[in-house]
C-alpha cells in the first residue's frame, strides 16, 4: 500500500524568509502524480503544486516550487519570500493514474507559522 | 456552481442519532470523493464515485456508513447510528474526470461532533 510521510508536524519561518517542507512517501508504482495542499483555518483545501512522476524537471508556481527526487521518492516543497497569508497546514498527497483508482493517499500534514 | 460546496457546516449530533452530509460538486465534474479529516491526522479515503459507474467504497470504515450520488451531481454521505469516534471533519472533493491528470477541488467540509 501506498504511504506519505511527513516527518515535521510544525515549522515556522521568519516573515520574507524561506522555508522547506519534507515529504517521503512508498509505492511500487512508476507513474503517479505528487501534490501539495494548503488548507488554511477555513477549512478549505487549496492545491498549492502538483508534479507529474515522469517529468524530471521540478514544477514551480509563483514562490512555491518542488525538490522531486523519485530515486529517493522524495518531494519536498520550498516556499520562497514567506507571507503571512502562507500559515496553514500543508499537506502531501500522492494519487495513481490508473483509470478508476485516483483516491489520493495524504499525509499527517505539517503546521507552518510565519513570524511577522 | 464556482466551487465544491458542502452543507451544513457544522453538525452537532448525539451517540446513536443518523446524519446526512451533502456535497455539491464543481458543474460538469464527473469524479466525486469523500473523504475523512479526523483531529490532527491527514486526510482519509472514504468513498469515490465516477460518472454511472459502480462506486469504489474500499474506505468506508464500517456498514454504518453509505453514500449516494443523485443524476451524477450531488451526492449525500450518510452516518448511521453515529459513534463518537465518527467526529471528524468531512471534506468532498470533485474533479473534471478521474484520470489523475485532473485536480482534486475540495470542498469548505462539514465538521461532524458526536456527543
Known amino acids: 500500500a501506498q504511504t506519505v510521510t511527513q516527518s515535521q508536524p510544525e515549522m515556522s519561518v521568519q516573515e520574507a524568509e524561506t522555508v522547506t517542507l519534507s515529504c517521503t512517501y512508498d509505492t511500487s508504482e512508476s507513474d503517479y502524480y505528487l501534490f501539495w495542499y494548503k488548507q488554511p483555518p477555513s477549512r478549505q483545501m487549496i492545491l498549492v503544486i502538483r508534479q507529474e512522476a515522469y517529468k524530471q524537471q521540478n514544477a514551480t508556481e509563483n514562490r512555491f516550487s518542488v525538490n522531486f527526487q523519485k530515486a529517493a521518492k522524495s518531494f519536498s516543497l520550498k516556499i520562497s519570500d514567506s507571507q503571512l497569508g502562507d500559515a496553514a497546514m500543508y499537506f502531501c498527497?500522492?494519487?495513481?493514474?490508473?483509470?478508476?483508482?485516483?483516491?489520493?493517499?495524504f499525509g499527517t500534514g505539517t503546521r507552518l507559522t510565519i513570524i511577522p | 456552481g464556482a466551487g465544491v460546496s458542502q452543507s451544513p457546516s457544522n453538525k452537532v449530533t448525539e451517540k446513536g442519532k443518523d446524519v446526512e452530509l451533502r456535497c455539491d460538486p464543481i458543474?460538469?465534474?464527473?469524479?466525486l470523493y469523500w473523504y475523512r479529516q479526523s483531529l490532527g491526522q491527514g486526510l482519509e479515503f472514504l468513498i469515490y464515485f465516477q460518472g454511472n459507474s459502480a462506486p469504489d467504497k474500499s474506505g468506508l470504515p464500517s456498514d454504518r456508513f453509505s453514500a449516494e450520488r443523485t443524476g451524477g451531481s450531488v451526492s449525500t454521505l450518510t452516518i448511521q447510528r453515529t459513534q463518537q469516534e465518527d467526529s471528524a471533519v468531512y471534506l468532498c472533493?470533485?474533479?473534471?474526470?478521474?484520470?489523475?491528470?485532473?485536480?482534486?477541488?475540495f470542498g469548505p467540509g462539514t465538521r461532524l461532533t458526536v456527543l
Open positions: 498527497a500522492y494519487g495513481i493514474s490508473n483509470f478508476g483508482n485516483e483516491k489520493l493517499t
Open positions: 472533493a470533485s474533479s473534471k474526470t478521474s484520470v489523475g491528470t485532473d485536480t482534486q477541488y
Open positions: 458543474s460538469g465534474h464527473t469524479a
